[in-house]
């Protein structure tokens, strides 16, 4: 006997006998659910944080250790100013992985599920945003106890690395938002990594995350002191380390406000456009 | 009864191209209404449009007396969308798909949990349930696929090439649920490049290519339009085609359909008598017979009738 043959009968027919369509789920209820798959994807897919593991872990490692005698006298002294570094370039590059997976997702056929159903539509933008906040935090928190494991020792205490991080957490999600509209513009989620890093490249490289912005010749200052990531740097040290940051927090909070100011209404009119 | 869907002229375009060019449709409630075309016809194109995923450039579609542009939200409250490539999370198991789905229809997490299991019994799933779906199998992936569009039986059920790419008995089982779902009172519009898929499972349909309706009605009338007697006649070599071709013309007069296949000849009768009279001009003329028929047109002929060329789209074979 085919195990697979269809049953029949009664049961069959109360199952597919018409009754009133439920109330479709509210906006709150769709991005929880739309976020609690994203867990499940974790969940199924470990290898996601793979990334948001290793790579930082490897980047701190590599940095404290080779660069870190040359660069500030000792690897100890050198992870103090690193470390909070090492996680805003983490965060902003893992930001790559919302355009990458919403790409993967419209490719496949995915959204148009989504999009004829009668839910609020950016329903799954926002889920999955929700579940990249997550993966964030994950990798926030591997690289603050390696950090500490490492001799990191944040002046700023539980607070000042709380609010570091959240303030990471926070341009993140912003950035994110660009590379929502690259998923949707370009055709494979491998376009989408192509296209990002020639932008994430320069944006984490030339910014004062490895080295102080003093190390360097005067042009490159102007150019590398104008970059919204070393603002984010700077603000996550001071914080971590206790020291005043309230202008370069206000600088990360503006920018991060006007990335989503501009980005999501784009996002949003190419998500409602056709495909 | 009214119409459960109403077109007037769709048109959209992509760029140059112009995949809808004029659309007009009626179709019943509680029926199984078959859109049949080659590839690159349109058929697609009207499905996402009255799914409220794509816009018309022109013309109007309504679904269910709602206007699919106006009231796209009031239309998904009432249809489903199976699309041509499975809209499932590969990365989720059928289970958690159907929960998804369900949760996001405004299910309860238990109301969700006892659908989903449901709907997998029903569509004989049960033991892949906990499965991720990139391990199913193509009849698999479609079933948990049709199961989604089902969580909340729908008014109307959307089907983009259901059976494109199955084996032969995924494909009958699909029949048997299309069948199923239309018994219960879900109107079902599905495209199809398959004649027989659309003969026998659809009540009426409409032959679309480039963009337009070419022809609409069921597929009786369509059969008829072409000829109510068509022989057949397989050869038992290509070399013989030229011969046989002779041979009708000469009892015929014309009346030779055009065929797809080099090994076939087909032809429409005035009276099946005259069906005799050509097997017995065959024999005399020494062409081996390998197959000889009279019946209704096959939808293949239908459609070379009214393009002039095979429904898969290759260029219209010249007549010898």
């Known amino acids: 006997m085919i195990s697979d ?124 945003l929700a579940g990249d906040v997550f993966r964030y935090s994950v990798a926030s928190v591997l690289i603050i106890v390696m950090g500490l494991i490492l001799g990191f020792r944040p002046q700023g205490g539980v607070v000042g690395v709380l609010l570091a991080t959240a303030l990471v957490l926070t341009f993140g999600f912003a950035l994110s938002w660009l590379w929502i509209i690259v998923g949707m513009l370009v055709r494979t989620p491998e376009s989408v990594m192509t296209t990002s890093f020639i932008f994430l490249m320069p944006l984490t490289f030339a910014s004062d995350i490895f080295v102080d912005l003093s190390t360097m010749p005067g042009w490159l200052q102007t150019i590398v002191g104008r970059n919204p990531v070393t603002y984010l740097a700077n603000a996550s040290r001071n914080l971590m380390h206790g020291q005043d940051a309230l202008a370069d927090v206000g600088w990360v909070l503006a920018a991060s406000a006007g990335i989503v100011l501009v980005a999501s209404p784009i996002a949003m009119r190419l998500y409602r456009k056709e495909r | 009864m009214p119409n459960a869907i ?25 029926s199984v209404y078959g859109l049949l075309g080659p590839n690159g016809a349109g058929k697609t194109t009207t499905i996402r449009i009255l799914a409220t995923l794509l816009r018309p450039d022109a013309g109007t579609a309504t679904v269910l007396g709602h206007d699919v542009v106006r009231e796209a939200r009031a239309v998904r409250q009432q249809v489903s969308l199976t699309g041509q490539y499975a809209s499932v999370d590969e990365d989720l198991t059928g289970y958690e798909n159907l929960v998804l789905v369900a949760r996001l229809l405004g299910l309860g997490w238990r109301a969700a949990r006892d659908r989903a299991a449901e709907l997998l019994e029903a569509f004989a799933l049960t033991d892949a349930a906990g499965r991720q779906v990139q391990t199913y199998s193509g009849g698999m992936r479609r079933r948990i696929d049709i199961a989604a569009s089902l969580v909340a039986i729908p008014r109307i059920l959307f089907l983009d090439e259901p059976t494109t790419g199955l084996d032969p008995r995924s494909r009958n089982q699909v029949w048997e649920l299309v069948r199923r779902i239309a018994a219960e009172g879900t109107t079902v519009l599905l495209t199809t490049q398959y004649l027989d898929e659309a003969d026998r499972l659809a009540q009426r349909l409409a032959v679309i290519d480039h963009g337009r309706v070419i022809a609409e009605g069921t597929s009786r009338e369509l059969k008829a339009s072409v000829g109510a007697n068509a022989l057949h006649v397989r050869l038992a070599s290509a070399d013989q085609r030229e011969r046989t071709l002779q041979v009708i013309e000469r009892v015929l007069g014309n009346g030779v359909l055009p065929a797809a296949d080099s090994m076939e000849v087909a032809a429409r009768l005035e009276n099946p008598a005259q069906a005799a009279t050509i097997l017995a001009a065959l024999t005399e003329g020494g062409v081996e017979v390998a197959g000889f028929s009279v019946g209704n047109p096959s939808l293949d002929e239908v459609f070379l009738a009214l393009t002039g060329r095979p429904a898969d789209g290759e260029a219209p074979e010249t007549k010898t």
């Open chain 1, 5 to 128: 043959a269809l049953p029949t009968g009664e049961r069959t027919h109360q199952l597919l006998t018409m009754r009133a369509r439920p109330t479709p789920a509210s906006a709150p209820s769709a991005v929880a659910t739309l976020g609690w798959r994203a867990m499940l994807k974790i969940k199924h897919v470990p290898f996601q944080l793979f990334d948001v593991t290793v790579m930082p872990i490897m980047f701190t490692l590599l940095f404290t250790f080779i660069f870190g005698g040359a660069l500030a006298g000792t690897p100890r002294e050198y992870v103090q100013y690193l470390l909070p570094g090492v996680l805003v370039q983490t965060i902003v590059f893992i930001t790559v992985y919302t355009g990458m997976g919403l790409n993967a997702d419209i490719q496949k056929g995915l959204y148009d599920r989504f999009r004829s159903l009668p839910m609020w539509q950016p329903s799954p933008l926002f889920g999955a």
């Open chain 2, 6 to 30: 109403e077109t007037n002229g769709l048109v959209k375009r992509f760029g140059a191209t112009r995949a809808l060019d004029g659309v007009d449709l009626r179709i019943r409630e509680a």
